[in-house]
């Protein structure tokens, strides 16, 4: 900032607006000129001083979600689906064997150990560059040594949780996790379970004839997707009404997303409640129940009465219907998301191949102090603020007078 023709660097102070105060006072300062500009290097309303982002204790939240649930249910007998968050379940073990080889089947052995017919692991997926890059950063996640595992009886490291904030090792891991699962050694721990990996596609495991037996499912993979929250979610709303479905998990964002979209997990129950039947789930007893109500016969003596009328637009579709334009909205929403803007024109770059947010467009700062000093017009008549100040000085010099002459 020019100053008296001088260029003073102004740092980021908490007493910045003391001191734009203090200049005040020799000069009148046009404040709404000079707010215009950001003033600090970051907004402190978005971030912290070390660009951190601001946020809530999202844990709060849940526990005050948790005073609403009055009564804690036990957890059910039957699931038909068990997602759990695959690091989260990493980070949960305190000892793994030594090599390679033994972890997988570890972590086998402890994901089926539920009622559930079908389980799914999840995995984040590390894009270069992402917008999580600072995110990344500030967690520790910023060890990126080349990681390779070699095979089954490759040694591991001592410190197993370390590892897991090395971006390079979680890749890797998760990789020979999907290789190493469909070795025919694991048919005695998949059982009569049907085992998805979720990654960068689903990998679905099962046991057919006494051979484990791997294929990639699309309909269940999002390879666009990062992070794991919302690959959870997604494969949750894929599951078939009166589904009984758990997710394991500490990650508060997953809760959010999950509660967020309880209305899309019931397609048929929410056709339904937009024809007023919010006790039923079922697209077909609802076109029965609507008909009855319309056209139920009251009068047997005139069973054709009420047929003359019958309009078909009044009755939900049926449940095959509704299923091709749930695909067919699934189809179009999936054109619209290929349609990608270019990261740079949308408060990003690049630095270091990481992105980076862009805080503000322009100078930081008014370029000189000149720039939002009021200048006042010579030509113009005594401002209305010196001409109150003068009003309000003469009556006081009248009652001190009068002070005077009563002495």
């Known amino acids: 900032m020019t100053i008296g023709g001088k260029v003073h660097e102004v740092k980021l102070q908490r007493d910045l607006f003391g001191r734009l105060l203090a200049l005040s006072l020799d000069t009148s300062i046009d404040l709404e000129k000079f707010l215009c500009f950001p003033i600090t290097p970051m907004p402190l309303s978005l971030c912290h001083i070390d660009v951190s982002i601001n946020k809530t204790n999202k844990s709060v939240l849940v526990h005050e979600l948790e005073k609403l649930v009055e009564d804690i249910e036990q957890p059910p007998s039957q699931i038909d689906l068990a997602i759990v968050d695959g690091f989260f379940f990493l980070n949960t073990f305190k000892e793994m064997p030594r090599t390679f080889g033994g972890v997988p089947k570890r972590i086998l052995q402890c994901l089926i150990n539920n009622t559930a017919s079908r389980i799914a692991i999840v995995f984040d997926r590390y894009f270069t560059p992402s917008i999580k890059d600072y995110e990344h950063s500030i967690r520790g996640n910023v060890d990126d040594k080349e990681f390779h595992i070699t095979g089954p009886q490759q040694m591991r490291t001592a410190d197993f949780t370390k590892d897991l904030k090395n971006l390079n090792f979680k890749q890797a891991i998760v990789k020979f996790f999907i290789d190493h699962w469909a070795d025919q050694e694991m048919a005695a721990i998949i059982g009569s379970k049907v085992i998805y990996i979720i990654h960068d596609l689903c990998y679905e495991y099962s046991v057919i004839d006494n051979k484990v037996t791997r294929i990639i499912n699309y309909e269940l993979s999002c390879p666009d997707h990062e992070e794991a929250d919302t690959k959870i979610a997604f494969l949750a709303c894929q599951q078939k009404e009166n589904s009984t479905v758990t997710i394991r998990t500490s990650d508060t964002d997953i809760l959010v997303i999950m509660l967020a979209n309880m209305e ?144």
């Open 264 to 407: 899309h997990l019931q397609a048929t129950s929410f056709t339904c409640h937009l024809y007023g039947l919010k006790k039923l789930s079922d697209v077909n007893q609802a076109r029965m129940v609507i008909f009855n109500k319309t056209y139920k016969v009251k009068d047997k003596s005139q069973p054709f009465s009420l047929i003359r009328n019958y309009d078909a637009c009044n009755l939900p579709p049926c449940q095959s219907e509704l299923f091709q334009q749930v695909l067919r909205t699934r189809y179009i929403a999936c054109l619209w998301i290929k349609q990608k803007l270019l990261i740079f024109y949308y408060g990003w770059r690049v630095v270091n191949e990481k992105y980076q947010m862009i805080w503000f467009a322009g100078d930081q700062l008014p370029k000189a102090y000149e720039d939002v000093v009021v200048t006042p017009d010579i030509f113009e008549d005594t401002p209305e603020l010196d001409t109150e100040s003068e009003d309000e000085i003469e009556p006081e010099e009248e009652d001190d007078s009068t002070d005077e002459d009563d002495d």
